[in-house]
Each structure stands twice: as C-alpha cells, then as structure tokens.
C-alpha cells in the first residue's frame, strides 16, 4: 500500500466547510483513495473511495487531483458531531492488507 | 444485521495469561482482520484473513495467532499477554471485491494487561 501523509490536528467552524488533505506522491494505477474516521473510542466509519474520478455521497465529497498524488475530503456543512480522527489511506480495493497511518483529527468548534 | 461484533467489550488479564478475542460478521464477507489502537495512535494491522482458509500477517503479528474458523468467525489468541498488549483491538471485515473494499468495524474490545 502507498504511503499517505495527512496533517496531524485541524480546526473548522461549524456550519463550515472543513477540508482535509491527504498526500499520498507514490499511488500505484490501481490503488483507490479511500476515507474513514473514527469518532471518540468508536470503531472506524467508512466515509467515500475513489480512483481518479471525483466523488459524493451523502456524507462528503472527494477530490482527487488529475496526477492522482494528493486528494481531499470536504464535508461541506461541519457540525459538531463531525469530530472525529479522519484517515486516509491507499489500496488496491482487493488486495488484503489495508494500512492505517495515524489521520487527521479534525475539531469543530461552535 | 449486526455487523460485525466483538466479545468481550473489556477485559483485564495478568502477565502471562492467555485468552482469546473473538469476532463474528454476518454480512457475508470474504475478508476479515485485526487491529490494534494504542492510545493516540492511529490503527495498526496484526493479522488478516483474505478469504476463509487463509491467513497472512499485519505489521505487528508478534505475540498474537489468529484462527478463521469459517467465513463468518475470525479469532484472535494471545499465549501469553504482556503489558505491551494492553490496547483497543478492532475486528472488521469486508467484501473483498474488484471496485470496492470498504471495512465494516466491530465496536472493539479494551484489553488491560497487568
């Protein structure tokens, strides 16, 4: 699995956009870019995945850039139950192993 | 559907313990795995099970075996628990097809060795 680096801690306004980087230069043709967080001591939540299309759901959107080595998740309207550790991480979507680095903690501040 | 659940929630073990940590899905998936989450850490692999029949090891598999019993059960074993093992193990699974792979949690299990 490619290597992902994402900023260690972030703020954001609820009501607001929060947008979080992922850089992941070494992506493979077949590795998808897929998105999970973790709110307090849960178990991790699947959020959205990709390979070089971007993405929506009802949860939030993925842009991945054209020479697929960086991508970032929006959740377009945060609130504060958005709180939570936010990993990114690179895979072949039937490969077996899956490597979580340590994420993003984003913090919505009312 | 339950998911994918993980028994027991808590447990506090002795050095030199061994005990088991069990993990069921039923959503029919192929794969399934174990992770550890020491404190203010991000999610680290210990073993995985591509498909039932095969197992393969994580980044951290010293000290751990794990048992995929059938497709639905995926168990983890420590011989011999040491305060190092203390931590938040998740079970998850998933489908395991071309296109997608999402990973369903289990709601983990807090592991204390003294």
């Known amino acids: 699995d490619a290597k992902t680096t994402q900023p260690t801690s972030m703020d954001c306004a609820e009501g607001r956009a929060a947008n979080l980087p992922c850089n992941h230069s070494?992506?493979?043709?077949?590795?998808?870019v897929y998105w999970y967080r973790q709110i307090h001591s849960q178990g991790p939540q699947y959020i959205i995945h990709?390979?070089?299309n971007n993405e929506t759901n009802e949860m939030a959107s993925l842009i991945i850039t054209e020479d697929r080595k960086s991508s970032t998740l929006i959740l377009p309207h945060a609130t504060l139950r958005d709180t939570a550790v936010y990993y990114c991480?690179?895979?072949?979507?039937?490969?077996?192993?899956?490597?979580f680095g340590d994420g993003t903690t984003l913090t919505v501040k009312p | 559907n339950a998911g994918v659940t993980q028994t027991p929630k808590f447990q506090v073990l002795k050095t030199g313990q061994s005990m088991t940590l069990q993990c069921a899905q039923d959503m029919n998936h192929n794969s399934m795995y174990w992770y550890r989450q020491d404190p203010g850490m991000g999610l680290r692999l210990i073993y995985y099970?591509?498909?039932?029949?095969?197992?393969d090891k994580g980044e951290v598999p010293n000290g751990y075996n794990v048992s995929r019993l059938n497709k639905r059960e995926f168990s983890l074993r420590l011989e011999s628990a040491a305060p190092s093992q203390t931590s938040v193990y998740f079970c998850?699974?998933?489908?395991?097809?071309?296109?997608?792979?999402?990973?369903?949690f289990g709601p983990g299990t807090r592991l204390t060795v003294l």
């Open positions: 070494t992506i493979s043709g077949n590795e998808y």
């Open positions: 990709g390979l070089k």
């Open positions: 991480i690179v895979r072949v979507p039937n490969a077996g192993k899956s490597t």
């Open positions: 099970s591509a498909s039932e029949g095969t197992t």
């Open positions: 998850a699974s998933s489908p395991r097809t071309s296109g997608n792979n999402e990973q369903f």
